[in-house]
């Protein structure tokens, strides 16, 4: 069964960054899609980016373009989410998800991380 560990959450100022990353394991076949969703207190969880490992295309949300960026590492089947610019309002419970094809549609995704906090203070 597929596994993702994600690491790199953590409390920062605004204005600074993070790097997320989001180790898969336990699956044997070649084309794969990462997504990241966040879920911010008393909202639900939405899409902030996601990238196909198959071919290298990946997607950002309006709402983090241009501070947010997603890598891949495919030889350490991890996938990145480089936080820069940091604002109060990403405050949220970040989760990496596993599916056959990219897309921010929580359904699209079969397996789902434990989840990562940041925090960023004011």
């Known amino acids: 069964e597929v596994q993702l560990v994600e690491s790199g959450g953590g409390l920062v100022q605004a204005g600074g960054s993070l790097r997320l990353a989001c180790a898969a394991s336990?699956?044997?076949?070649?084309?794969?899609?990462i997504g990241w969703f966040r879920r911010a207190p008393g909202k639900e969880r939405e899409g902030v980016s996601c990238?196909?490992?198959?071919?290298?295309?990946?997607y950002v949300a309006d709402s983090v373009k241009g501070r947010f960026t997603i890598s891949s590492d495919n030889a350490k089947n991890t996938v990145y989410l480089q936080m820069n610019s940091l604002k109060p309002e990403d405050t949220a419970v970040y989760f990496c998800?596993?599916?056959?094809?990219?897309?921010?549609?929580?359904?699209?995704?079969?397996?789902w991380g434990q989840g990562t906090q940041v925090t960023v203070s004011s």
């Open positions: 998800a596993f599916g056959r094809r990219m897309s921010m549609v929580i359904a699209a995704y079969d397996y």
């Open positions: 336990g699956f044997t076949f070649d084309g794969y899609a």
């Open positions: 990238i196909s490992v198959s071919d290298g295309s990946t």
